[in-house]
Each structure stands twice: as C-alpha cells, then as structure tokens.
C-alpha cells in the first residue's frame, strides 16, 4: 500500500529487531514510496539507533522526497538529537528548503516541538512561499512557548515583518481561535518596543519576587486594625494569597522563565517570621539567653542562605565534557542512552548530570531544581543546601516552641476553655498565622530531609537514586555513615 516496503513499515514504528532483520537480510534502505519517501526517512522521525543501523547499511542521505523534504525536515519529528546526528555527518545545512521553501526551524515551528526551535539558532529570517518567517507560522498555531523562544533570538524586530499577504505575527495571532488570546496579549506588549529589543520580564520579575512579602504585610495590617476580628480576616485572605502564589506556575510551563515567586515566598516567610519573633514574641530584649542563641542562629542562617543563593550549583564546563564520545554515534556504538548528548550545552553529559531549562546549563551530581531558591542543586551546593535545610528546620522548631510558650502566658491563669482559647487565638492572630506556617514548613522540611537522607545514603542523588539499585541494599547503620561523611567531608560514592 503507497508503495511502503516492510522496512519501511518496520522504521515506522521503531521496531529495531525488524529492522537488524531485514537489513541483515538484504533490505535496501533507498526504496521510496509512492510519496518519494525512504525508510531512512522515516527513521529520521524517531528511533537513533535505526538512523545509525541505515547508515551503516548504506542509506543515502542525498534523497528527497516528492516535496523535497530532506533527512534533516524528517528528523525534525525525531528530536534535536536525531536532527544533531544528520547535521554531524556534514551533509545537511539547517538552512536546506523544501519546494515551498520551508526550513526545519518552520516545521518545528508549526508541530509546536519547542525542543528542536530551541536547538535550531540559525536561519530565524528564512521566509517560505508565502513570505511567512517561523515567527508567523508559530503565531498562526497560537504557540505562546516557540513564540517566546523566537523572540528572545531575534528581539522585537521580528514582530514588524510582514508575509506576503501583508499580515505581521501579530495579525495573524488575533485571527485565531485556541491560544491565541493569550499569544496577542503578549505580542501587542512587544510590538511597540525598540526593534533591537530582546523581550524580557524585568519589571514583572521584581514584583513577582516582593509580592508574598508585601500582600502578607497588607492582610496583616489589615488584620491589624479589625482587632478581636483579626483571626477570622487571616483564615480568608491568606488561603487566597496562598492559591494566588501556586496559581503562578503558569508562566513557568509557558514561557519556561525561572520563576521568583517561590523565593519571593521564603523571603516573605524569613521577613516575617524574624519581625513576629524579635517583635512581638520577644519583648524582653537582649537579656533573655533564648535571644542571644537565636540571633545567632539567625545569622547563621542568612549567611548560608546568601551563600546558596550565590554559589555555583556545579554547570559543567565545555572542556567537562565526557572524553568517551565525541559524536552521537559514538553513544549508540557503546549502547548509551542518546540522552547524554544535551542538545542545548552540545557536549556529552557524565554520569549523573543532566541539563535544567531553567538554568540552561547542564549540572553535575543533578539533584533538583529548587523553586524556592530559583536555583539548581547540585554537585556544588547539595551540602550547603542540606545544611540550609537542616538550619531553617531548626529555625522553625525554634519559632513554634517559642510561640506556644508566649500563647502560655497570655492565656489567663488557670483556666483552659475553648471559647477562651479561641478568643486568645482571634486576638493574637499575628503569632498564630506564623506558627502554623512555620508549622506547616517545619512538617514539610522534614519529608524533604527523609528524601535527601535516602539519596544521600545511597550515594547519590534525589534525581538519580533509581539509577543506585545495589546500594540499596545497605543497612541503615550504613547508610547514616554515608550521610554523615557526605555532610562532613563532601564524599559522595
Ligand atoms: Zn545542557
Ligand atoms: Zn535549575
């Protein structure tokens, strides 16, 4: 049927045995079908090792199809590394066409595949037949993400260029329908911007990281003023804060920009907890013992939180790159997974690294991205992040201890009711909000510890301790040796 062969069939769906096969058996990989298309062509859309095998087996990598899509068009399906692996042979330029004029960046543009529009950085300007650039393609689609990507390459400039018909980017996002509403809102906010601009959030990016700091202010302030009736306005408006802050994730999975509104949350969380605690919990100031400590302490802990916030989570360095490959051939040779060449950084990862978009490095020893640092952890923080952790943890236990006592001697003498419990509570909301969030963070960093622990112990890392299935196997005696000499010393395997 359209004159596929069975190894056409077989590289469809990626059936590698299928394809060793009939290869072995003397299947050639240059057949086109009735639509000009080869296997290898259809090898190109997925599997790398079956790319490699058709090479081998001598496919030609001149062919084009009916269209004239070359390999390179075809491998736009595939991935940025299926795409790498044609552009290392030498054969291909990323600015090759098809007969209506159409580059690999615009199909990656119009399937919406933001890897490979990321991997591309050439050939931004290349217009089709219809005078359409990737921009416009992606408009028409209402790709909020590619379009971001493109921007941020070319600055606003691209925005001006009109198609054929006269239409610029932004015509053609309002004349959609799906995301296309979000798309003009975003594009009618760069167009009037100088054309060598890179669109940027700079303004919103501020005022992102200080909103959980001064909207905690304002209700408590608020709260404040209502008096007795203080604890009922805090139960409201801080659920709805709280559902404002998590509801932000949006712009992340957009436009995959780091974030700050998690940090901006624990930097509202210090800020006020610091102004409850040496404000009101602590009146009697600076002879109390409990004070002292915790004003140490307190030093301690900001100092390690400016350090994390600086410190080089560990990017790995081009000449880092792992010495055993130089090409993606070399991987499915030696039987690697082809996601150790990072498409982004090009280089090849060593063990336990891996790449964060957020970052847009490649990091040794990954363990996470933290939202609420906006930063990586990895080879180079992970201790310090722990003995962050372990500090802010003691912090907190120091909070709610210290408020139970305080909410103890306002009580009146002797007497436990509830009404009188909940009066007390209406009355001190301000200490009875922050110790219910430092509460609820203490509980929260607690299961973070026992999770780090269980990397730790196992010698690596949260993101890769499935990889460590025979460490496992250690005692638990063991594995706090292990903790401990990672904490102390840095050893880690
Ligand atoms: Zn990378
Ligand atoms: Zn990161």
């Given amino acids: 049927w359209g004159g596929f062969t069975p190894l056409h069939y077989a590289a469809l769906h990626g059936n590698r045995?299928?394809?060793?096969?009939?290869?072995?058996?003397?299947?050639?990989?240059?057949?086109?079908?009735?639509?000009?298309?080869?296997?290898?062509?259809?090898?190109?859309?997925?599997?790398?090792?079956?790319?490699?095998?058709?090479?081998?087996?001598?496919?030609?990598?001149?062919?084009?199809?009916?269209?004239?899509?070359?390999?390179?068009?075809?491998?736009?399906?595939?991935?940025?590394?299926?795409?790498?692996?044609?552009?290392?042979?030498?054969?291909?330029?990323?600015?090759?066409?098809?007969?209506?004029?159409?580059?690999?960046?615009?199909?990656?543009?119009?399937?919406?595949n933001t890897e490979v529009v990321r991997y591309l950085r050439c050939a931004v300007d290349a217009v089709d037949q219809q005078g359409a650039t990737a921009l416009h393609v992606a408009a028409e689609r209402g790709g909020v993400e590619v379009c971001w990507i493109l921007l941020q390459r070319t600055g606003c400039r691209m925005l001006h260029q009109k198609n054929h018909s006269g239409l610029t980017p932004l015509d053609l996002s309002k004349q959609g329908k799906t995301f296309h509403q979000q798309l003009t809102k975003l594009l009618s906010r760069y167009i009037n911007e100088p054309i060598h601009h890179k669109p940027r959030e700079s303004h919103l990016y501020y005022w992102t990281l200080f909103f959980p700091s001064l909207s905690g202010a304002a209700i408590l302030l608020i709260a404040a003023m209502l008096g007795g009736y203080g604890g009922v306005i805090c139960g409201l408006l801080f659920p709805w804060l709280a559902r404002s802050i998590f509801t932000q994730y949006h712009r992340m999975t957009t436009y995959q920009l780091p974030n700050p509104v998690y940090l901006g949350t624990l930097i509202a969380g210090l800020f006020h907890s610091l102004l409850c605690f040496y404000g009101k919990m602590m009146p009697v100031w600076p002879t109390s013992a409990l004070t002292q400590v915790s004003m140490v302490h307190f030093s301690i802990l900001l100092g390690l939180f400016c350090k994390v916030l600086t410190q080089d989570p560990g990017a790995l360095d081009r000449e880092e790159s792992d010495p055993r490959f130089s090409c993606i051939a070399d991987l499915v040779e030696n039987n690697q997974s082809p996601q150790r060449f990072c498409p982004y950084c090009e280089l090849f990862q060593p063990d336990y690294t891996k790449h964060c978009k957020l970052c847009e490095v490649c990091i040794k020893d990954y363990d996470h991205h933290c939202l609420f640092l906006n930063r990586c952890i990895g080879r180079g923080n992970h201790r310090l992040f722990l003995f962050f952790i372990l500090s802010m943890a003691a912090a907190h236990l120091l909070f709610v201890a210290t408020g139970i006592s305080y909410l103890y001697s306002k009580m009146p003498g002797g007497s436990h009711s509830l009404s009188l419990w909940l009066t007390l509570l209406g009355e001190e909301f301000w200490v009875a909000v922050m110790m219910v969030m430092n509460a609820l963070t203490l509980l929260w960093e607690v299961w973070l510890?026992?999770?780090?622990?269980?990397?730790?112990?196992?010698?690596?890392?949260?993101?890769?301790?499935?990889?460590?299935?025979?460490?496992?196997?250690?005692?638990?005696?063991?594995?706090?040796v292990i903790a401990l000499s990672f904490l102390l010393e840095g050893r880690r395997r």
Wanted: hydrophobic share 40%; with cysteine.
């Fill in 17 to 112: 045995a299928l394809v060793d096969l009939f290869l072995s058996a003397g299947a050639d990989p240059n057949l086109t079908c009735d639509a000009g298309q080869t296997a290898f062509h259809f090898a190109c859309q997925g599997n790398l090792y079956i790319i490699h095998q058709m090479m081998q087996y001598g496919a030609d990598l001149r062919l084009i199809d009916l269209q004239g899509k070359t390999s390179l068009h075809h491998a736009v399906t595939g991935g940025s590394i299926a795409v790498h692996y044609l552009w290392e042979t030498g054969m291909f330029r990323f600015t090759d066409t098809d007969m209506y004029q159409v580059t690999p960046l615009h199909l990656a543009a119009s399937t919406g």
């Fill in 449 to 480: 510890l026992i999770e780090q622990f269980d990397a730790v112990a196992t010698g690596t890392t949260t993101y890769f301790r499935q990889c460590e299935s025979a460490a496992r196997q250690r005692s638990l005696a063991q594995r706090w």
